[in-house]
């Protein structure tokens, strides 16, 4: 697989390696080892969760409190979808940017996202499937959301009419959520990654981008 880094700080766009026969293909679609040399620390598992979305529904943007934060790493495992990643975390270079990815089951792309982060993705098909592997339990009092059609994000979401859950459509605007105190902070994001690089093992070759 081949790993890269996107424009934001913390994440990364992972690009599996198909082995296709007539009788159908098999890849990996996530490997610890390769992932944590990359990105300097393993991925604690915690939970696994699947999302089935209809065509035309926004899910996000959703982000969780650091400490302890949310790690996740997606992947589409029916249809396609429209993934973002956004930078909420107060005081990052980054702040305020996103980064969009088409994740589907033709090219079976994927993306981790660090602790800090929020995320969204669009569904292009009917029946989108989302698998997602993530580093803490789930734990609503922690889990918090900013309006993915902020006119400040500015997200070019790929559908006219989104559909939206009421939690969703509810949520304050990213300057809202800053001044209320919800976002997470770069510098705590930062020094709870540090404190995670241990253990590493060693990188193999395919396993980085330059």
Known sequence: MKIRPSSIDGAWEISPEQHGDPRGL?????RFDRLAAVVGHPLRLAQANLSVSAHGVVRGIHFADVP??????????????????VDVRVGSPTFGQWEAFRLDDEDRRAVYLSEGLGHGFCALTEDATLSYLCSTTYNPAAEHAVHPL??????????????????????PTLAEARASGRLPDYPTCRSQLAGQKVGTPPSPTEGRHP
């Open 68 to 85: 302890p934060g949310q790690a996740k790493y997606v992947t589409c495992v029916r249809g396609a979808v429209v993934d973002v990643v």
């Open 26 to 30: 098999f890849l990996e679609w996530y």
């Open 150 to 171: 902020d006119a400040e994000l500015a997200i070019s979401w790929p559908i006219e009419a989104p559909l939206l859950s009421a939690r969703d459509a509810a949520a």
